[in-house]
């Protein structure tokens, strides 16, 4: 049989399966498009003046790095709530190839005071504790060697090493893995060096009495409640206050010591976990800028502006320990606080802490006044982690004015992000 219409057949081959597709597609309606979010504001325009600064001391951070030959580092800087720069140098160990990046842990060594101080301060505003309850009201068999200076003995005391006792009581003791409760219980039989509360004297062991009264009044373990009340809601997601997560963990920076001039990459130690206060926690630069964020004011879900301030107040006198900040500009005194140093300039505060444990070493300062914040975490010791952080804040000095009076001529154009207060 011939076919008679082939044009009319051909339109039928074309149009059939296009009104079959547009049945099929009534049973499977398609996904609307996304809407347009419309900003009512311009997105927050980026300081040139702040710019240029961090241009200028990665420059010299690459110089010294390079002097220093610090196998790796990390290094971030928090502008009020933004942080303006995060980045990772150098290697996780001399001899591999595999770099450092913003989620790298460290173990943060003596850095770790200053969150347990951040931790109780959020566990008395929650009226859970004073800052001056006595350490035997949570801690009944608690002793020193004085009955009187065990009585007079309070939290503040423990946070601000003025618990009378020698310079690091048993910190050899900590080093040889002694557990903690042990070492609590031997403080008795230590000649008291002073009073309690009147002069400044380091601690490891003393200082880790902190996490006995916080799990004796919150039912917790010390470690649970950090993990809880600060490294969550702060979204420090790669932190943590234990041996076995560290050693776990696929990405972290070996420690490293020198020997005969070269930088030697060693093993991650147990040591001082037993005192997980004093020098128990792991973080990535990217875990601190995230709680320098926090120290800045802008995260009062979890923690005040007043309990910082109670943090950052001085309580006694006590030298610097990085001496590049007394080289910085002239000091007019040095204290300590609850779990941080407070150093003094003639028109400025810095509230900084140090640390060095097992190869690894950290610094964080913070700057209240001009709302920015510094830390730094090396895999070893040495210059680049001893004058980063001085160095940037020269450097800030000398740009200070012109990025304040830009972030004050745009105000308006982004008041909207709480840039100035």
Not at 39 to 60: I, T, Y
Not at 159 to 168: E, K, N, V
Request: hydrophobic share 40%; aromatic share 10%; net charge positive.
């Amino acid at each position: 049989m011939k076919i008679k219409h082939p044009v009319l057949i051909g339109l039928i081959v074309i149009i059939v399966p296009i009104l079959v597709g547009q049945v099929m597609s009534t049973k499977r309606p398609t996904p609307p498009k996304p809407l347009a979010i419309k900003q009512d504001f311009d997105p927050r325009p980026a300081n040139p003046h702040l710019e240029k600064l961090m241009k200028e001391f990665e420059l010299e951070v690459n110089t010294m790095a390079t002097e220093a030959r610090t196998p790796g580092a990390a290094i971030a800087v928090v502008y009020d709530s933004t942080i303006v720069y995060l980045r990772g140098f150098g290697v996780k160990q001399n001899g591999n190839t595999e770099p450092v990046d913003v989620n790298t842990v460290f173990r943060i060594a003596s850095v770790s005071k200053c969150f347990a101080a951040f931790l109780t301060g959020i566990v008395v505003e929650d009226t859970l504790l004073h800052w001056d309850d006595s350490v035997l009201r949570y801690l009944p068999f608690f002793k020193l060697n004085s009955e009187e200076e065990t009585q007079k003995l309070t939290i503040r005391n423990v946070l601000s090493h003025t618990t009378g006792l020698p310079y690091h009581a048993y910190t050899n003791m900590v080093e040889e893995g002694t557990p903690l409760d042990s070492m609590l219980s031997w403080l008795k039989n230590i000649k008291m060096a002073g009073k309690v509360g009147q002069s400044y004297s380091y601690q490891n062991v003393a200082y880790s009495l902190i996490g006995n009264v916080i799990q004796t009044r919150t039912g917790k373990s010390f470690e649970e409640e950090m993990r809880q009340r600060v490294f969550r809601p702060l979204g420090m997601k790669t932190a943590s206050i234990d041996y076995a997560s560290i050693v776990k963990n696929n990405n972290v920076a070996q420690p490293h010591h020198l020997r005969r001039g070269k930088w030697v990459s060693g093993k991650i130690t147990n040591t001082y976990y037993n005192v997980a206060p004093a020098g128990g926690v792991n973080a990535s630069i990217s875990d601190m800028a995230k709680w320098m964020i926090a120290l800045l004011g802008h995260r009062p879900d979890v923690i005040s502006k007043q309990t910082l301030q109670t943090l950052f107040t001085p309580v006694i006198k006590a030298p610097s320990k990085n001496r590049n900040y007394g080289r910085m500009h002239r000091l007019s005194n040095s204290y300590y606080g609850l779990g941080w140093r407070v150093l003094h300039y003639p028109s400025d505060t810095l509230i900084y802490h140090g640390g060095f444990i097992n190869g690894y070493r950290s610094e964080v300062a913070v700057n209240p006044k001009q709302k920015i914040a510094v830390c730094i975490l090396a895999n070893a010791p040495g210059p680049l982690a001893d004058n980063s952080i001085p160095l940037f804040f020269n450097l800030f000095q000398g740009s200070r004015d012109s990025i304040v009076r830009w972030e004050k001529e745009h105000q308006l154009l982004y008041a909207r992000h709480s840039i100035l207060p």
